[in-house]
């Protein structure tokens, strides 16, 4: 992992964080952008699925399943996952009957969860992308 600093902005991963609760998506966030990503938060899947529609580039996705609006997180991991079929998507939930439908689509991470260990595991699975 290159430390952040060392590589120029358009050059880091760009990780689009989806996330209603603050607290959270804000932990999350704040130990991503220490590891040396960009961070682009969203506190639902509506949002999220604007961002994505504008264009701009994302290299992971992160996204919880319960939130308020139109989509939920598994909504928006299918959309993108046809969008983009190589795309990191990570699919986060504190209910683990959730685990095979987010599997789907990506990967599935229990919460609660360590910040840290979502930061190590985009690494670890985006590997010489960084």
Do not use: N
């Not at 938060?41 to 399943?65: F, K, W």
Request: charged share 25%.
């Amino acid at each position: 992992m290159v430390p952040q600093g060392q590589q120029q902005e358009s050059e880091r991963v760009r990780v689009l964080l989806v996330e209603d609760e603050w607290f959270i998506r804000f932990d999350v966030a704040e130990e991503l952008r220490g590891a040396g990503f960009e961070v682009v938060e969203a506190s639902t899947a509506d949002d999220a699925m604007d961002y994505i529609s504008t264009g701009e580039r994302i290299d992971a996705l992160i996204t919880d399943v319960r939130m308020p609006g139109t989509l939920d997180g598994l909504d928006l991991a299918g959309k993108v996952r046809v969008m983009q079929p190589m795309l990191l998507i990570l699919v986060a939930s504190g209910s683990t009957e959730l685990e095979s439908a987010a599997s789907r689509v990506g990967g599935f991470i229990s919460k609660p969860y360590d910040p840290k260990q979502i930061a190590m595991l985009i690494a670890e699975m985006l590997g010489p992308a960084l």
